[in-house]
């Protein structure tokens, strides 16, 4: 059952399309992650569906409810949230679960209830000047949970994070997908391919790509060899181009990554191609096509 249906959705500013006629639904019960590089709007699309910002044109509809205010129905988490750094972190959810139209007793109740879910009960009374940024962002899904709504936006939750609190939060959205959608922007793939059920893959405003995880991978799988060598790599590089097998070729921090379209039979003509060569060999392992090879082969497109 779609819990959101957007349609022709387009945002310009001053003339510039940023968001350039995207269609795509959300289903109840589902992880979704918007991706894309820093630019290709997504976090101008995420303020539009979230209704800080009025859409140039296009429809977003929750199935179900034609109320306009859609308030109730969604929970947002900017990329940069802001706190009152003088309050505790019970005292910003009751003050958010007011302002929600909650009653003072619901509002206490719902904070404590989400400063448990988070793991943030033992922090409750301290001052949010002293949470770490880990810390600042579980409480910021917290008060994006508060009224309790259909769906979480979350814009960016873990890029201006350290490892630690980076896995903290991807930790809790694991746990959180299994009460509500989640749709929440990235441009680390690896975030998403990790919890994510279907991906929406942005560039230049556009929807270049979109599905489940498994599907994605099943239409457009391909193996990867990576091979490393003694010496200028550039110069191997050079000549396995000139090989059939050979589809696509990358350098990457010393090491040479072939797309091959047949594994077995381009592992038998590389292999005698650095034997016949005498290539000096370090190096020669197998891979599946990553979330990120295959964004960057649709964006190269």
Not at 28 to 55: E, F, I, R, Y
Not at 109 to 124: C, D, F, H, I, T
Not at 182 to 205: P, Q, R, W, Y
Request: aromatic share 6%; glycine share 8%; proline share 3%.
């Amino acid at each position: 059952m779609a819990v959101m249906e957007v349609q022709q959705l387009k945002k310009s500013f001053k003339g510039k399309q940023v968001v350039k006629g995207i269609d795509f639904q959300l289903d109840t019960g589902k992880c979704v992650a918007l991706l894309g590089p820093n630019g290709a709007g997504k976090t101008t699309t995420l303020k539009v569906l979230s209704g800080l910002l009025k859409p140039t044109a296009g429809s977003i509809r929750f199935p179900g409810s034609e109320q306009y205010d859609i308030r109730s129905y969604i929970g947002y988490l900017p990329q940069y949230p802001v706190f009152h750094p003088w309050m505790s972190g019970k005292e910003f959810l009751v003050y958010v679960g007011r302002l929600a139209n909650l009653t003072k007793k619901e509002a206490e109740q719902r904070a404590l209830q989400l400063l448990e879910k988070v793991g943030m009960e033992e922090s409750a009374n301290h001052r949010i000047g002293k949470y770490s940024g880990g810390m600042k962002q579980r409480l910021g899904i917290a008060q994006a949970m508060i009224h309790k709504p259909q769906m979480l936006m979350l814009d960016e939750p873990v890029s201006s994070l350290d490892p630690i609190g980076r896995r903290e939060i991807l930790t809790l959205m694991e746990e959180l997908k299994e009460q509500t959608t989640i749709l929440f922007s990235t441009h680390i793939l690896g975030d998403a391919e990790e919890i994510c059920d279907d991906v929406l893959m942005m560039h230049d405003g556009e929807i270049v790509l979109s599905g489940s995880i498994a599907s994605l991978r099943a239409e457009h799988q391909s193996t990867k060899l990576e091979l490393a060598f003694q010496g200028n790599h550039a110069a191997y590089a050079e000549k396995l181009k000139q090989l059939a097998v050979v589809e696509q070729i990358q350098e990457q921090k010393g090491e040479i990554h072939l797309t091959v379209s047949n594994v077995e039979h381009a592992r038998k003509e590389i292999l005698s191609y650095v034997v016949a060569e005498n290539w000096p060999i370090e190096k020669l392992a197998f891979s599946k096509t990553t979330l990120e090879d295959l964004f960057m082969k649709v964006v190269k497109q």
